[in-house]
């Protein structure tokens, strides 16, 4: 559709004028077929008389109000149609700038309609909003979407970090560090912040959000607050580390409520407690964890008999202390999970617990749900129980230790113990090779760990690269969760899992049109929804070059790992039946189903009228976990990404070789391959050529040409440690 004012321009002042009353439809179908018309367009093209133009501008206010047109910046109008009313999700951009996802094409992309910032006032990021869709055609005949808000109907965001500036007035006035949620606060408890001594422009300050409350008035014009506390100042060295934790509701501490709880926990294992579970205390047992792990909840023992491996899974019987629905258990749910930062760990349970009693500590007897196996030289469990025992952890050992080991690098090791990692090593080869063959895929992801010299200084930034130990423990993890999703299943069970869908057809043809456009040969994306013709596609890609931005590519081709109480099977662990039973100490869905276990096999308390009553709790804790989860590894790779960037500050300047991962519409990622580290070059720093994104794997100017998985030169030019971002420019 052509713009109205391209195409008439041969209107005159002697035209005939119609002194006819103005009819609404007629004017409302003009500006239909002529976008972008104006007063004048319009007035000339219904020949209406100028004695009629206070109706008309009446008649174009009604339409705008009725939401049935709208206007332009220059005035011009242009027609809309309703589309839907309902409550979305309200995202928010740096420029406060909405953005409403409303409609899921068949491509796997959305429908997303459009949002001023002068219709956000009242508005924060991920808010529920009562929202009106329309849609319109542009002068370029492409239809397009914009939404306006009726309501907030909830603010999701329950505590925002700001500062508090002077206005011009001389008023306090808050701002927020989150530019996404920059808009109109009023702070309701004035007299609470006045006694406060907070200093303007430098005190960090968290503020409580009002929810939105049908039995008032609620502003249009700003969002209300409540003054909570200070949190940091702006001279602090890792005040961005707190405003993390604090936005994203992170609690470092336990409540005061939980003290008395807290008293209550066990130092040691009694006598009684023993003579009621299977005695293990001689089984040679050894814990192998990270150097700096405090928390040890699964210990391994292993011995082989003749052709059978016998391979026992300990691990803390934290159900055990943990009574459902105690107040220790209620604040464990609402974590979900333990939040494992660079400086420090913030646990799902009570140091007393996830340090203390629940911790298979060496020499200490501990009180575990043991996973007993027997299995064969081609990886299949002959044979499997599971009960509640007691161990004795002999030795505490870290996954570089245990390679040194095995690479002949120490021999202080105990006999017992030896034994114990020998066999413990060829049964992990055998039920990896099974796994192999069933289809799993290892991605070979290298991770940057922070090396922290004090709590705000970053030492450096080291690759972690799997060893034989830590492949071992992950072989033996995956088993043990297999095992005992199987049994919860084969038995019909209410159950919680691990559950991984397999990848979208969307997904997988863009994965296709990267591969080609990679110039990999003979190599075809499968579509059967099978994790071994998967697997065998990527071991096709490892022979022929398997760098970062190839794994990034198979990475974004997967679907998100999430908790539910139905069983689909886990796509990429090639599992058909998945649970997560191996760490109680740090994650919430453990925790429930060892009182699953404890409740279904062990007390033998299952009951079919209850199922759906039972299934029902279970797929609520698993929406709150899944949830949980996501907010953990948000707040991990925010707190990452701020230690990288203050890391890089001395960097400035610097040159690396870097490869191109990915192309967005505002500019390229490239990986420091060398600290695994994203640095974005914004196509406005590349001055020297006019380039923009042709693809999501290649941007052109006139001269350059960038494509995904080449490696270029690239300076780091600055660092927003607010953001937790590496600005770079291209080296040309």
């Not at 019987?317 to 105690?326: F, G, P, R, T």
């Not at 406005?684 to 080449?710: H, P």
């Amino acid at each position: 559709m052509n713009s109205y004012n391209n195409k008439n321009k041969n209107f005159s002042h002697h035209d005939h004028e119609n002194l006819k009353p103005i009819e609404e439809n007629k004017v409302l179908d003009f500006i239909t077929k002529n976008y972008g018309a104006t007063f004048l367009d319009i007035a000339r093209g219904l020949k209406i008389h100028f004695s009629l133009n206070n109706k008309l501008t009446n008649l174009l206010r009604k339409l705008c109000d009725e939401k049935k047109i709208d206007v332009l910046k220059n005035q011009g109008y242009y027609a809309l149609k309703f589309v839907k009313e309902d409550v979305f999700t309200i995202s928010i951009t740096a420029k406060r700038l909405g953005f409403i996802d409303f409609e899921q094409n068949e491509d796997g992309s959305f429908k997303s309609a459009f949002l001023y910032s002068d219709q956000l006032k009242n508005v924060l990021d991920k808010d529920e909003v009562l929202a009106k869709i329309y849609s319109y055609i542009n002068d370029k005949n492409e239809i397009l979407y914009k939404a306006s808000i009726i309501n907030v109907v909830q603010h999701t965001i329950t505590k925002i970090v700001g500062i508090f500036l002077l206005s011009y007035k001389g008023k306090r006035q808050f701002v927020a560090l989150d530019e996404r949620n920059k808009t109109n606060f009023l702070i309701s408890n004035l007299e609470k912040l006045n006694h406060s001594q907070i200093k303007n422009n430098y005190d960090v300050v968290s503020c409580i959000v009002v929810q939105p409350s049908p039995d008032k008035h609620n502003s249009k014009d700003y969002v209300e607050l409540v003054f909570d506390k200070k949190i940091a100042t702006l001279d602090d060295k890792d005040y961005v580390v707190k405003k993390i934790m604090t936005t994203n509701n992170v609690n470092e501490t336990f409540s005061d409520e939980l003290t008395e709880a807290i008293k209550e926990i066990p130092k040691f294992v009694s006598d009684k407690e023993i003579s009621e579970r299977k005695n293990l205390i001689d089984l040679p047992t050894v814990t192998i964890d990270g150097l700096d792990t405090k928390d040890f909840d699964d210990a391994i023992s292993c011995y082989k008999k003749g052709d059978i491996y016998k391979l026992f899974i300990h691990i803390a019987d934290v159900s055990y202390y943990v009574k459902e629905n105690s107040p220790i258990d209620n604040e464990a749910l609402l974590r979900g999970t333990s939040i494992y930062l660079p400086t420090k760990v913030i646990p799902m349970l009570p140091f007393e617990l996830s340090n203390g009693i629940c911790s298979l500590n060496p020499n200490e007897i501990r009180c575990c749900i043991t996973l007993e196996l027997d299995i064969d030289k081609k990886g299949n469990n002959i044979a499997q129980d599971i009960y509640p025992s007691v161990i004795k952890s002999n030795y505490r050992l870290t996954y570089n230790e245990v390679n040194d080991y095995y690479e002949g690098k120490i021999t202080t090791i105990p006999n017992d113990i030896k034994n114990n990692l020998n066999d413990a090593k060829d049964l992990s080869k055998i039920i990896l090779d099974k796994k192999i063959n069933e289809g799993y895929v290892d991605f070979e992801i290298e991770e940057a760990k922070i090396i922290m010299e004090n709590e705000t200084t970053v030492k450096d930034i080291v690759i972690r690269k799997d060893g034989i130990s830590e492949k071992l423990i992950e072989a033996f993890m995956i088993r043990a969760n297999e095992t005992v999703a199987k049994m919860m299943f084969d038995k019909g069970y209410p159950s919680i899992y691990r559950v991984h869908d397999k990848p979208s057809p969307d997904k997988l043809l863009m994965l296709q049109d990267l591969i080609k456009f990679s110039h990999y040969k003979d190599i075809n994306v499968p579509f059967d929804g099978d994790p071994k013709s998967f697997q065998i596609m990527v071991q096709k890609l490892k022979e022929q070059s398997f760098n970062d931005f190839i794994k990034s590519a198979l990475l974004r081709t997967m679907q998100k790992a999430i908790y539910s109480s139905k069983n689909i099977g886990h796509f990429g662990l090639a599992s058909k039946e998945y649970s997560h039973f191996t760490s109680p100490i740090r994650r919430y869905p453990d925790l429930l189903i060892h009182r699953l276990i404890r409740k279904f096999i062990f007390e033998k308390k299952y009951k079919e009228d209850k199922y759906e009553e039972e299934l029902d709790n279970i797929t609520r804790i698993s929406a709150l976990n899944s949830e949980a989860e996501k907010n953990a590894m948000q707040v991990e790779r925010d707190v990452v990404d701020f230690w990288k960037s203050n890391f890089f500050e001395k960097f400035i300047n610097k040159t690396f070789n870097a490869m191109a991962i990915s192309v967005e519409k505002f500019g390229i990622f490239f990986n420091i391959d060398e600290y695994q580290t994203s640095v974005l070059v914004r196509f406005d720093s590349i001055i020297e050529d006019s380039v923009s994104a042709i693809s999501q794997f290649e941007a052109k100017g006139n001269k350059l040409n960038i494509r995904v998985g080449k490696i270029y030169k690239i300076l780091i030019e600055s660092i927003d440690k607010d953001k937790g971002k590496i600005n770079a420019k291209l080296v040309i």
